[in-house]
């Protein structure tokens, strides 16, 4: 059901925020405007916004197995 794909892709969307720090959002957003105004899209962007959070092992593993999940979710719902 689409509802509940998106429910789950919403609560793991929002478990990937909480995973991070204040000073590592800023740090992504700062590498994404940059990296958009220096005319990069698409998976460039999302390198430099990644290295930019700097994360420790432990959010390394866990920001993969969510990102993973959400791209699953995402990809069921485009399926549809």
Do not use: H, W
């Not at 909480?18 to 957003?29: E, G």
């Not at 940059?34 to 430099?48: E, I, P």
Request: proline share 2%.
């Amino acid at each position: 059901d689409v509802d509940e794909i998106r429910r789950q892709r919403t609560a793991l969307l929002k478990e990937l925020d909480k995973l991070l720090t204040p000073q590592q959002k800023q740090a992504q957003a700062d590498a994404r405007k940059k990296a958009l105004a220096d005319g990069r899209g698409g998976v460039a962007v999302r390198r430099a916004m990644d290295e930019a959070l700097e994360l420790s092992p432990e959010q390394r593993k866990q920001f993969n197995q969510l990102r993973k999940e959400i791209s699953e979710l995402s990809r069921q719902l485009r399926n549809r």
